[in-house]
């Protein structure tokens, strides 16, 4: 069996994050998104994944290239055009053939799913396909399943309004398909998988759902994905990680779940946690506080910051008492100096050097 990750998107809603890599390549606890899903796969004995792949698709050939560090192997597909999720399906039956049943798993979906089960079910079910759904608490922004009593979708409505849902179980973007849904492809491009197929396998009867109900996180916006991070700590290191190699002073105060990973150094006097992941090779100077925020790899912040819910890019230096409040989001190799405030949901682009205190809540720093 083989499996096709969908990791071509502009990722437009994580910017300033995904404006230097691609969001397949964010990292969940310093791993990044497609690593989990290779596992997840290879623990269903998956071992033959095709990446559909566009922007920016040579930072993904050049993490992962052929699979074989990760025990798979990996085959890529570029669009030359933006397809949708739906058209790669096509493009690839064209390049490669598809002529068994095959898995579909978006490339920004954290998910710790059994897929052995999922296939079981799909083969009890005898179906052209079968979606993944997922409880959610706003219906709004995905697409809406309703089961009959044999688990047969018989109602799909694509981000309906929230007091319109007929339902709150959500497609959560890992599908089962057999060959014959890709004649249910339109041949225009692009075409989406909620809006040009899953309606017409509702109508024809042949789409199941399996309910899943564990760990799951589409990384749509910077809330999300700081989100899936705090939730997948809480899930796998409930009473906290720290890398054996990590340097923390004896008077730091680590209030646990953190993680903290390879090579950190965390200096005299700072207080760190609950739910920060600190990514490898961090430098958190003395008399810092950190809580409920991602540090990614190879930033430095410097004495007496404070950080708070927030997200910090790769390599960046933060200055000395600079305060970073709730709802920030800094993207890579971005440089503040000494003594700055940065307002609630304030956004800074890569590669800034920001010498000024951010006054105005959400402001976008070009």
């Given at each position: ?70 025990g798979v192997n ?69 697409g809406i399943a ?5 688990s047969r979708i ?213």
């Open positions: 069996m083989k499996a096709i990750t969908l990791a071509g998107g502009f990722s437009t809603r994580l910017r300033p994050l995904t404006l230097t890599k691609p969001k397949p390549l964010l990292t969940v606890l310093g791993k990044p998104l497609l690593e989990w899903i290779i596992n997840m796969l290879k623990q269903a004995n998956i071992n033959e994944i095709i990446f559909s792949v566009r922007y920016l698709s040579h930072a993904i050939k050049s993490r992962f290239g052929s699979g074989i560090d990760y990996i085959e890529y597909v570029e669009e030359d055009k933006p397809l949708g999720d739906a058209g790669p399906l096509k493009l690839i039956s064209e390049k490669i053939g598809i002529d068994t049943t095959f898995i579909v798993v978006y490339g920004d979906v954290f998910c710790d799913i059994d897929l052995t089960r999922v296939v079981e079910f799909h083969r009890r079910k005898g179906g052209l396909a079968t979606i993944v759904l997922t409880e959610v608490d706003d219906p709004s922004r995905y309703v089961l009959d009593e044999d018989t109602k799909f409505i694509e981000k309906p309004r929230r007091e319109e849902a007929p339902s709150k179980l959500a497609n959560a973007g890992i599908y089962v398909f057999e060959p014959e849904v890709l004649k249910y492809i339109p041949e225009k491009t692009p075409s989406k998988l909620g809006k040009d197929v899953i309606p017409r396998l509702v109508k024809d009867g042949v789409v199941y759902g399996y309910v899943y109900r564990g760990i799951w996180g589409d990384i749509g916006v910077p809330e999300d994905y700081l989100k899936i991070n705090i939730e997948v700590l809480k899930k796998y290191y409930p009473n906290g990680y720290i890398h054996s190699s990590a340097k923390i002073d004896d008077d730091v105060e680590i209030i646990h779940p953190v993680f903290i990973d390879r090579d950190v150094q965390v200096s005299k006097g700072s207080v760190i946690g609950p739910y920060c992941i600190i990514e490898g090779n961090v430098r958190i100077r003395g008399f810092t506080r950190i809580r409920e925020s991602l540090i990614q790899v190879g930033t430095t912040i410097e004495y007496g910051t404070l950080v708070v819910k927030s997200i910090i890019g790769e390599k960046c230096h933060i200055g000395k008492w600079v305060r970073v409040d709730e709802g920030v989001v800094i993207g890579d190799e971005v440089v503040v100096a000494d003594e700055v405030y940065i307002a609630r949901r304030a956004k800074i682009l890569p590669f800034k050097e920001v010498d000024e205190s951010i006054h105005s809540e959400g402001k976008i720093i070009l």
